[in-house]
């Protein structure tokens, strides 16, 4: 289990609703704050990367996103309430072409893994149902070479009731 491989654990409040999106049904993951959280060093920042600067990837600025660092583990306690799950994901460092890797799951349940992404790697898209899904997990690794600056980010990210 990924969270055995951290020091420290954050516990927060259920899950409040703000919807700020501009589209009905809509929230996006930077207006949550997270049942849980683990991370390999840092913090957890909303719309920003963790060294406190704007999010980049692979040279794209995104202005909302969640920036954390491998290996991460971030649970949030969705009370099935959504049925869809999208946004882009990369490595928001370019000093060290270090590897990462993005998983989300429902419930317990892989429903999405992306490829091994390095610094120059574009962001990537996903879009996935997640209709009646209780607990989202989203975790990143840190790929093959170890966690030396797996500086990563959640961009765009939103969840849409259905």
């Known amino acids: ?3 055995q491989q951290f020091a420290g654990t954050v ?8 919807y700020e999106t501009g589209r009905p049904n809509t929230i996006q993951l930077n207006q949550l704050e997270p ?3 683990v991370q390999g060093w840092g913090n957890l920042k ?8 704007d ?3 692979a040279g794209k600025k995104y202005a909302s996103g969640v920036g954390m660092h491998a290996p991460s583990q971030t649970v949030y306690n969705l009370g099935g309430q959504y049925g869809q799950f999208s946004g882009l994901v990369g490595r928001t460092t370019a000093i060290v072409d270090g590897e990462v890797q ?9 429903l999405w893994k992306s490829t091994l992404m390095k610094a120059s790697t574009a962001a990537l898209a996903f879009s996935i149902g997640i209709n009646n899904v209780q607990e989202l997990k989203l975790v990143t690794t840190e790929g093959t070479d170890g966690t030396r600056y797996d500086h990563v980010a ?9």
């Open 1 to 3: 289990m990924v969270a």
């Open 11 to 18: 516990s927060k409040p259920a899950l409040s609703i703000i």
């Open 35 to 37: 049942d849980e959280h």
């Open 46 to 53: 909303y719309n920003k990367n963790i060294d406190d600067g």
């Open 55 to 57: 999010i980049y990837i």
């Open 102 to 110: 993005f998983m989300i799951y429902g419930d317990g349940k892989l």
């Open 154 to 162: 959640w961009c765009e990210a939103e969840l849409r009731e259905e």
